[in-house]
């Protein structure tokens, strides 16, 4: 028999998915994302120059930084401003968001400039690092539209949607989306990236007990695949609505 | 001829406040507070310990920290936890929200715990540390309903409420709760905290232009007066609400 | 009955003031000023040139930064730059240092120069930040006379005298210019800053114990423009000896 | 036609691997590990505690440090010593290191005691952190032998070997065991940790410039299983020598 | 024919040497060393507990700290506690003051606790390391004293004066007590710390320029041992001195 | 009767001296060095730009760094870059040996690049900052011929070789070349920087325990002129072998 999840959700089923486009107002993108309780608001800003390493080099830049609020979590955890530097934990995740959102973007027809992605977790139950690569390309697309509305753009420099999922094993049962009592009590976690065009951006995988076989694998990067077709929908569903 | 503030809004007049409690799930009180465009997630979280200094001592402690998320602003401000170090500004401003809401606290009836008041501003338009402190208030308030709920407590150890509000001259009219083009713009800029019975916790006013009389400060000090009892039948009338 | 001052000293009295020019041989400015056991070593040093905001601006800048030798306080405190950072208290004592001044000082007439004011506390016994305020003041003084000494002023920048005093009630008594066991004893603390002309530019009072009313607020008021005008005079008086 | 590799190496052949037990004498391991002209020092150093989230667990911690001398690479980086803080890219790197190792560590047969992993690169051509992660397992199977030798532990907490390699597609052609000129040239580049069972312990693949297909992954996992069995077979000749 | 020193100074003579006992109020030693020009103000500070590695030890430690005043030297220097960090120069010269100061403490007989020594420039002129340390003996006897009179300490646990002195070669002359001028030309640079009783703690030579010969170090020496004897002198005769 | 050597070694004798030309293939000079069990890696890297304090100057510059493998000791140390700051003593050592590099280079020679020598300790067995300035000369040395080499410079900047070693004082005897079980038993340690010439570059003495006297030091500095006279050979030796 195989694990039951919190409020009946099939093994294969993404939770509620929920993308507000403008969520603030100052921000060239501002998205909140919410996937079922994890909510992580991606905004996306233009800068109108690049880091030292693409300077001079007609390309433009993209990247992000992640972030949680003190109480984002069940229990308060320090605030990263207040002890001085980011964990690991969340330099891994930044680094991630960027990567996965740079696979999407021609950077030479984005010119010189810089889009930053800031995703902040307002609140967290699991997944926040995939809900923040799916939240930021919608926020990235509306800094893009706004670039080229305003003649700054001839082209959009995106080539196609990205958006990311979690899938793992608990109990012996594959599941997509872990929410945090799943996240907590699964043996293999697998984070999965894609494009809309169904290729792989990331993939990352850990036995956090036992470790994995080939055919648990291939069982959790169809779960993936199957879960990304979904969130592409979700965005291209959002980003048809008047803003 | 005076001053025309945005929206016709009258000189005496607060912008439009909203309190929303229990905006995210996790913390013991968590509210969302609006002046206007500005908004703050005020959360707070009880801790079964205190700091150092208060070890032992049978009383507890009320602190706060103070965080601006990078896109709350109209141009992109760095992250402080990437930066390594959180500014002056923000140091100033939290321990400013801290000292307020210990004024309204009996420690000793607090009992050894400790509150941990988080502000983050979601989005900024003047005034953050005003509805900060106003927000952290219904927070705090939220938070000990809770202990005593569970029994945790058996009396109140908040003395009263305690709100805040900021008040500026700009261009010779003195003006109360100031928005982001007015701040800019005024050559006095007072924070004043008060509790509901009209008395002062704080009072912090700056000249940033030239110096201010002794007139211009008690028309300041009666604009925020007014406004602080406003501020503090909101906080009341939010409270009444079923959570 | 009200409270006994250390000393017999009334309660709307200064301790004595002790400002000596030239105390140190290498700054453009350099006073050691003393309120009573209170002892602040304020330099100016002028520099070429301006921080980042100001450049090709054609104006000036005048910035402080604030410091406390371990052993100058009744039991040694840790030293900032072993600690690898400024406290809470030091960066805000150093914004208002920074901001008062700027207050009397015209940056365009300045020219794109800096002025730095390093107020170094040699021994406390309360009152530091007014006593840095006030001794600050001088040093400038010293640094912009010799700047047209030596023609690379042609007129002063300064437009008039800053000062700054505490005052608090202790025990019900409003007290002027606390020493340090007033100061712990407090219920309520004031630090103003005040021009020669008699106006504002910083007023921040806080509630240590319990709130204060507007009654309160108007005595500490009074008595620190009268502590302020006496404060002026002895700036006046010190720089009308020879250096 | 396919990518023509350095010295005519076969595209699933692993460079040349040496494995030099004892290289330093103080750790209680001490691994040179050689892939080719990559060289990374491991040592495993046994402490008698544990941090604080194990103490009183009767468990043990094994966790990793990562670093890389400074020319360690074509031209010279900066000390992160003395820069003061590690890269995210150093942090992500270590973090793996020591997840890949308790995936073979039966942490409560280890006892409450920390093996910590210092992996030094002295010299970098591409692939330092799977031969980082292949040293370390034979520097902790030594602090292991000698733990059991002194009588400190009766059977041995490691449940088998783990090692690990990474693959890329280069020019469409799926590579085994990147060096540096192949990893810059890389679309897609995998690193793959393996237990010697044969299972799972940390898949993270990323495409550097084209996403890639299913059927891609599906190539890069075959090489990576192929050359892995390798490095077990390596470890275990290694370890087979009198030390 | 031979450099001419500053003031027709003598190539083996000291400068005048000033030394104040009680210069500040609340240190248990306060003294203010003045070597003409230079001024640091060193003060001891008691307080009954070791740092870990003596704890347990039934042994006391003396420790010594270092810093110079932002305007102390011709043009302004960083703050070291707004940077951040203590400079290299800072920390080498704070560990000489603690191993010299240590050269003459019984540890055992100072029994569990710690004198910090602060030796803070005021005024920098060439030889502060040297001055704060010739300071930091009187003011350390200060200390030991008040524990003696107070009952603390039975018995003295200092075991003979220590004093130190700069010697250097500028232009061919050994010259004894360098002043700026006089250290910016020089070619060799000598510390030198001796006891009462003639013995070295630590002697410390730099060739800035050339290196210097065997003969050189010679004459270096015998000076210094000259100067040595003579700032001791001072010691006894500023601490005969009623306090 | 005198204090016995392990091994057999006599007083005066150093231990077994190696130094390996081109232990790591990137940097332009790569030099391993061992005096007996301290083994140090020294890199040479050539940069094309000089500090700040040299730009347009003309004259290069020649800086070091130096840094301990965690657990090239004993006992494990922390990772210096982990903890965010190098020690005083890493500082102290990292100055020393770049002051005694520069001692020997003509900085004006060298034209506006930097040298920049990483020395590394590998494993420690007392001795190190003397083991790395001895091989960072032969890193530099081939650094430089490597730019005579490629004609970017027509004449070596480098005036002659220099070399450092310790002498000490153990239970009455005086040591040269001390180990780490001797360096732990000293009186006096002394840490000797010479040129080939036989002059001295720096010389820094430290009582540990008992101060000690002139006719002592007279001894340490015959011992160690002997023993660099003996390493100078060495370096001769090595450098005439081709790379």
């Known amino acids: 028999m195989s694990f039951q999840r919190p409020n009946g959700r099939?093994?294969?089923q993404l939770r509620s998915v929920?993308?507000?486009?403008?969520?603030?107002?100052?921000?060239?993108?501002?998205?909140?994302?919410?996937?079922?309780q994890t909510r992580v608001l991606c905004t996306a800003s233009v800068e109108d120059k690049v880091p030292p390493h693409k300077r001079g080099s007609g390309e433009g830049w993209v990247t992000a930084?992640?972030?949680?609020?003190?109480?984002?979590?069940?229990?308060?955890?320090?605030?990263?401003?207040?002890?001085?530097?980011q964990s690991g934990r969340t330099q891994e995740i930044q680094r991630l968001i960027g990567r996965s959102l740079r696979a999407v973007f021609d950077l030479k027809a984005l010119g010189e400039r810089t889009i930053h992605l800031d995703c902040d977790v307002l609140q967290a139950?699991?997944?926040?690092?995939?809900?923040?690569?799916?939240?930021?390309?919608?926020?990235?697309?509306?800094?893009v539209t706004k670039l080229m509305a305003t003649g700054k753009l001839a082209a959009s420099p995106i080539t196609g949607p990205v958006a990311a999922i979690?899938?793992?094993?608990?109990?012996?049962?594959?599941?997509?989306?872990?929410e945090y009592v799943e996240d907590v009590a699964c043996d293999t976690d697998m984070n999965v990236v894609?494009?809309?065009?169904?290729?792989?951006?990331?993939?990352?995988?850990?036995?956090?007990?036992?470790?994995?076989?080939?055919?648990?694998?291939?069982?959790?990067?169809?779960?993936?695949?199957?879960?990304?077709?979904?969130?592409?929908?979700?965005?291209?569903a959002a980003l048809k609505l008047a803003l």
């Open 18 to 36: 929920r993308i507000t486009r403008g969520f603030t107002i100052h921000a060239e993108g501002s998205v909140l994302i919410e996937f079922g």
């Open 125 to 143: 139950d699991g997944g926040t690092r995939t809900a923040a690569i799916t939240g930021a390309f919608v926020a990235a697309q509306d800094a």
């Open 65 to 85: 930084e992640y972030g949680m609020l003190p109480r984002a979590t069940h229990t308060r955890g320090d605030r990263e401003a207040a002890r001085g530097k």
């Open 194 to 236: 894609m494009t809309g065009a169904g290729h792989y951006v990331e993939v990352q995988g850990t036995a956090e007990g036992v470790a994995f076989t080939r055919a648990e694998m291939d069982q959790l990067l169809r779960l993936a695949e199957k879960g990304i077709a979904e969130l592409v929908a979700h965005q291209a």
């Open 10 to 12: 099939a093994a294969d």
């Open 166 to 178: 979690s899938v793992g094993i608990v109990e012996g049962t594959p599941l997509l989306d872990l």
